[in-house]
């Protein structure tokens, strides 16, 4: 369970260094249009009509990548898209954070209602072996306790 757990905190990670690269690659795709729009509008286009389809090239190019980015989570790899994975593994391994101190708490309680039971046993026995009546009486408390602890837990599901 622990290893499932940290396998939806990994993945959670993976999404989000995914998200941040994608916007750190926004910016960048962002200045590279600025650049290209200033460098298209400063030159000649008689003598670079070549250069300048070019840069119209990738500046549409550019322009494409970007509006991906900001389309819904409905398409892969835009940043809704990112995001809502991100948010899908970390709501996972929040859920099985919780499976797994529910699981916890389950087996303290047989711990404990073991614990009680080995001791209670064990009173019981040296009161057998000792014909001491007075051992016998603790033994009988908390070998009961055990049991009662179990019964509950059986019939509740209640934790202690």
Same mark, same amino acid.
């Given at each position: &369970?622990?290893?499932?757990?940290?396998? !939806?905190?990994? @993945? $959670?990670?993976?999404?989000?260094?995914?998200?941040?690269?994608? %916007? /750190?690659?926004?910016?960048?795709?962002?200045?590279?249009?600025?650049?290209?729009?200033?460098?298209?509008?400063?030159?000649?286009?008689?003598?670079?009509?070549?250069?300048?389809?070019?840069?119209?090239?990738?500046?549409?190019?550019? &322009?494409?990548?970007?509006?991906?980015? !900001?389309?819904? @989570? $409905?398409?892969?790899?835009?940043?809704?898209?990112?995001?809502? %994975? /991100?948010?899908?593994?970390?709501?996972?391994?929040?859920?099985?954070?919780?499976?797994?101190?529910?699981?916890?708490?389950?087996?303290?309680?047989?711990?404990?209602?073991?614990?009680?039971?080995?001791?209670?046993?064990?009173?019981?026995?040296?009161?057998?072996?000792?014909?001491?009546?007075?051992?016998?009486?603790?033994?009988?408390?908390?070998?009961?306790?055990?049991?009662?602890?179990?019964?509950?837990?059986?019939?509740?599901?209640?934790?202690?």
């Amino acid at each position: &369970m622990q290893t499932h757990s940290l396998t !939806h905190l990994l @993945k $959670s990670n993976d999404w989000l260094n995914d998200y941040e690269e994608q %916007k /750190l690659g926004e910016t960048i795709l962002q200045a590279q249009i600025d650049n290209m729009n200033i460098t298209l509008q400063n030159n000649n286009l008689s003598i670079l009509d070549a250069a300048h389809r070019q840069g119209n090239y990738y500046l549409h190019k550019y &322009m494409s990548y970007i509006d991906t980015l !900001h389309a819904d @989570k $409905s398409v892969e790899g835009s940043l809704a898209n990112l995001r809502y %994975k /991100l948010e899908i593994e970390n709501s996972a391994y929040e859920k099985s954070l919780g499976n797994i101190s529910e699981t916890s708490k389950i087996i303290t309680t047989y711990e404990l209602i073991t614990i009680l039971l080995i001791v209670g046993a064990a009173l019981g026995g040296t009161s057998e072996v000792a014909k001491n009546r007075l051992i016998a009486y603790p033994g009988f408390v908390v070998g009961g306790a055990g049991v009662i602890i179990l019964l509950l837990f059986l019939l509740t599901g209640t934790t202690v």
